[in-house]
């Protein structure tokens, strides 16, 4: 996404640890354009969690250089990287002696907010997580359930409003489903605040379902960034295609959603006699719409049940590759 703002951009950095004999990031560079949504995914101790925190500097790189909104991060205070980047970290880590409301206000508190604007912000963040605030205000973390843990660990990342967030495997510890509804609010959250996040997961299904763009990571390097659809289509090296299941297409097509391989094409949309289907349907819920219009473009409807883009034959195909082509052509 070359048009966009870069509001992160890493340029060839490295960390190594005192005494480990090789680097836990090595020269990775990646851009993350402002207002968007990219996903560093890699197994376990492939560094993802050590680029995070070099980015609000609870790590100094070895080498190397980060940008945030393009000023060096080592030329900024500690106190204004608070209030421009939020974190979620890995094992949610609400302070347990402190209420849901007091854990929320940290970062206003130390921006020395006034007591009313941080009542009221703390509220209105209850309520976009969907924790009613006088249920929940008052609790301590230890009673809440996990994924109300999360939802309070997101609420108290956005809390100054930060144009950026880094969130690392926020939803990790969760069932299948608090995931799924998590997953789809923060989409909801992203898209109607533009904020850009850097989301840390190992989940495959999860980061193509967030992602605008991933970035596979492997012992500390980045092996490729790209869409979904690209890392499906044309995996850079073998690590990559065994990890996204290339060979598993059809699968990994029901986790992409449509409106990744969507056209901004209303008029077509308009024109179009093939069943619409919502934005949030998959690829492969596309290619059945595809293959029962007789493959002619399928309108995609967004929320409000506007006609915002079709998705055409190419475009599932180019998601699929070349086993796809084999199977049916048009
Ligand atoms: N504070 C530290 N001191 C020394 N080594 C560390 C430190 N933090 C991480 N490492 C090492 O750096 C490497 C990368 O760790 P990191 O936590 O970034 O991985 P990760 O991709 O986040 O893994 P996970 O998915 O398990 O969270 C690992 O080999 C780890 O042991
Ligand atoms: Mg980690």
Not at 145 to 151: A, I, L, N, V, W
Not at 233 to 252: E, I, K, N, Y
């Amino acid at each position: 996404m070359t048009h966009l703002e870069p509001a992160i951009v890493l340029d060839r950095v490295s960390k190594t640890f005192p005494g480990a004999a090789r680097p836990a990031v090595s020269e990775c560079s990646l851009t993350v354009g402002a207002g968007e949504l990219v996903v560093l995914l890699g197994s376990s101790g492939s560094g993802k969690t050590t680029l995070l925190k070099m980015i609000n500097r609870l790590y100094e790189p070895t080498s190397g250089t980060i940008y945030v909104n393009g000023q060096d991060v080592r030329a900024v205070s500690a106190v204004e990287l608070r209030r421009r980047i939020g974190y979620v970290i890995q094992q949610v880590g609400l302070f347990p002696h402190q209420t849901v409301a007091q854990n929320i206000a940290t970062v206003p508190r130390i921006l020395g907010w006034d007591r009313k604007r941080i009542e009221e912000r703390c509220d209105f963040l209850l309520e976009l997580m969907q924790l009613p605030p006088e249920q929940f205000r008052d609790r301590r973390p230890r009673q809440l359930s996990g994924g109300q843990q999360q939802r309070v660990g997101i609420a108290r990342a956005l809390a100054a409003d930060p144009p950026i967030l880094l969130m690392d495997e926020p939803f990790g510890a969760l069932d299948a489903i608090t995931r799924e509804t998590l997953q789809d609010e923060l989409l909801r959250i992203q898209a109607q605040f533009q904020k850009t996040i850097l989301f840390v997961t190992h989940d495959v299904d999860e980061a193509l379902k967030l992602a605008d763009r991933i970035a596979v990571m492997k012992d500390g390097r980045i092996e490729q960034v790209g869409t979904a659809i690209e890392l499906l289509h044309r995996p850079a090296t073998p690590f990559v295609r065994q990890l996204l299941g290339a060979d598993d297409w059809l699968q990994r097509l029901s986790v992409v959603p449509v409106r990744r391989a969507m056209n901004a094409e209303p008029e077509v949309a308009a024109a179009s006699s093939a069943q619409p289907l919502p934005a949030e349907a998959s690829l492969r819920d596309a290619l059945e719409a595809l293959l029962r219009s007789d493959l002619k473009p399928v309108p995609i409807v967004d929320r409000r049940g506007r006609r915002v883009g079709v998705v055409r034959w190419e475009d599932v195909r180019a998601a699929a590759g070349d086993p796809f082509g084999q199977v049916v052509s048009p």
